[in-house]
C-alpha cells in the first residue's frame, strides 16, 4: 500500500511514471488535496506483487524534495513485511514488520543503541524511539488525520 501524503501539483505525474515504472503498468492516482498543507495533494495506491516491490517504489520515490510518503508490504508465509516512512526533513525510514504488523529490531541494532546510550552521545530512549520510527511517526501523523476517508485504487499485477 502506498501513501502519498503530500506532494505540489509538479510532482504529481512524476510519482505515477516513477510506480508505474516500478509496477510494470501505467498507474493513475486519484489525487485530492491536502488540507494539512494547502497546495499539496495526496492519494493512495494498493496493488498486489511479488515481494520486495515496496523497496524498489520507495527507492524510485525516496530524495524527492516536497514529499512525504508511506508504503507497506504485508508479510507472506515466506517473508517478513516492510514498512518505508519518507519526509522531507528526515529522509527515509525503514523497517521489518512481523505477522501482526510489529516493527522488528534486529539485535544488533538494539546492542548499537545500547552502546551509544552508555557512550553518552545519546539516550537509550531517543535510541529505540529512533529506531520505531517514532520521529517519523510524528511528523507524518498529521498528514494521516488529514487524508482519512479519501479513495482508495486497487491494482492487482500479475505474478
Not at 498507474?27 to 492519494?43: F, H, K, M
Not at 498486489?48 to 507472506?76: D, K, M, Q, Y
Request: net charge negative; charged share 20%.
Amino acid at each position: 500500500m502506498l501513501y502519498v501524503h503530500s506532494a505540489p501539483s509538479a510532482l504529481c505525474p512524476h510519482i505515477e511514471w516513477a510506480v508505474g515504472g516500478v509496477l510494470g503498468v501505467a498507474v493513475s492516482l486519484d489525487w485530492t488535496p491536502q488540507p494539512a498543507q494547502p497546495g499539496s495533494y495526496r492519494a493512495e495506491l494498493s496493488w498486489s506483487g511479488s515481494a520486495g516491490t515496496a523497496a524498489a517504489v520507495a527507492s524510485a520515490l525516496r530524495g524527492w524534495n516536497h514529499l512525504r510518503f508511506e508504503i507497506t508490504e504485508e508479510p507472506t508465509s515466506s517473508t517478513e513485511g516492510t514498512r518505508f516512512s519518507c519526509t522531507p526533513d528526515l529522509g527515509i525510514f525503514h523497517a521489518i514488520t512481523g505477522p501482526h504488523g510489529d516493527i522488528l529490531i534486529p539485535e544488533d541494532r538494539l546492542k548499537a543503541a545500547v552502546v551509544k546510550a552508555a557512550l553518552g552521545d545519546t539516550t537509550l530512549l531517543l535510541e529505540i524511539d529512533h529506531l520505531l520510527g517514532k520521529p517519523w511517526d510524528d511528523e507524518l501523523e498529521t498528514f494521516r488525520h488529514a487524508g482519512e476517508g479519501a479513495p482508495v485504487r486497487w491494482l492487482h499485477q500479475v505474478v
